[in-house]
């Protein structure tokens, strides 16, 4: 199971640093995304391309989470060596990560 599997992603950025949105597709899936998307597990599924710690905040009101992943986008918009200096294909690597299947 992916974290696609329960959630969509939108992506923003802010310097170097890459803001992700999740939101759970299902009305009642906040719970589940709380629990399967941890800073701990996005920090290691990104690896060494974050300067920092992640940070997450929760909107339960709209069923999501806020992620800040520092240093991801290697300087950013004119200073990122990549292709993506925004980070919108992160959002799909984020969607890519692995979690718990709750029925087993």
């Known amino acids: ?25 299902e009305e009642g ?11 701990e597990r996005v920090a290691r599924h990104f690896g060494d391309a974050l300067t920092g ?8 009101a709209l069923g999501a989470l806020v992620l800040v992943l520092p240093g991801a986008l290697g300087g950013g918009v004119t200073g990122s060596p990549t292709l993506d200096g925004h980070g919108k294909t992160l ?3 984020l969607l890519a990560m692995p979690i718990d299947d709750p029925a087993g």
């Open 1 to 25: 199971m992916l974290v696609d599997d329960i959630a969509h992603v939108r992506a923003g950025d802010k310097g170097d640093t890459l803001i992700l949105a999740l939101r759970a597709r």
């Open 29 to 39: 899936g906040f719970a589940r995304l709380r629990d399967a998307v941890t800073p």
């Open 53 to 60: 710690p992640v940070e997450l905040r929760e909107v339960p």
């Open 91 to 93: 959002g799909y690597h």
